[in-house]
């Protein structure tokens, strides 16, 4: 069985500072790793996504994230934090095999502060 | 455009009155999904689909059916709604690889009195 955790339900940050969202992941099998952004009153946009190439993943806007597979982390960072950067950000996971079980975390929301 | 839509945006319905959510895809995709959007519990996937006729439950199954007679078609179906079911639904689509992206429809949001 698979699962996702996002430790933070509420992440506030400064304008200019760095972004940290955490997300940690449980899969008996190598999981294919996203990160989705939905703005306010908005549908779901992915940022990137992990699929066990390069550990280190870029996506849009600036955001990047790491595959730790000993810590069973995907963690989203991003220097620089921009107001249009406060949205709601949810860690998924899906794996392998004929029936694909796609789960989300309960998601973190960004606010930043001018 | 590739796009998934969903209909309709806005569902206003009372208790027992059955009801129907629409889904379409134009991506020729292989995986359809539905999902509910509550505050502080993310999205949870009521159903799935990997191809015509192959359906399964996600992890919010009761008092939803769904069915693909179609590929491009996958329809949320609520029999008897109840105010529990109030929420946020949203339709996705994907191709059949596992880590191919999510096609997002624009939302239901439905109020069930």
């Known amino acids: 069985a698979q699962s996702v955790t996002q430790l933070d339900s509420h992440v506030s940050v400064s304008e200019g500072t760095p972004v940290l969202l955490r997300c940690n992941y449980s899969s008996s099998y190598s999981p294919s790793l996203f990160w989705y952004v939905q703005h306010p009153n908005k549908g779901l946009q992915l940022l990137l996504k992990y699929t066990s190439a390069a550990t280190l993943v870029k996506g849009i806007n600036g955001f990047e994230a790491e595959f730790k597979k000993s810590e069973t982390s995907f963690h989203l960072t991003k220097p620089s934090a921009h107001m249009s950067d406060a949205a709601e950000y949810f860690c998924v996971v899906s794996e392998p095999g004929g029936y694909q079980k796609v789960t989300f975390g309960t998601g973190t929301k960004l606010q930043v502060i001018p | 455009e590739a796009q998934v839509t969903q209909n309709p945006r806005y569902l206003i319905t009372v208790t027992g009155k059955k009801l129907t959510v629409t889904c379409s895809q134009n991506?020729?995709?292989?995986?359809m999904s539905w999902y509910r959007q509550d505050p502080g519990l993310g999205l949870r996937q009521i159903y799935y689909?990997?191809?015509?006729?192959?359906?399964d439950k996600g992890d919010v199954p009761e008092g939803y059916k769904v069915s693909r007679k179609e590929k491009r078609n996958f329809p949320l179906i609520l029999e008897s709604p109840s105010p529990n079911q109030t929420s946020l639904y949203f339709c996705?689509?994907?191709?059949?690889?596992?880590?191919?992206?999510?096609?997002f429809g624009s939302g239901t949001q439905l109020s069930v009195l």
């Open positions: 991506m020729n995709h292989e995986y």
């Open positions: 996705a689509s994907k191709g059949g690889r596992t880590n191919e992206k999510l096609f």
């Open positions: 689909s990997m191809n015509v006729e192959v359906t």
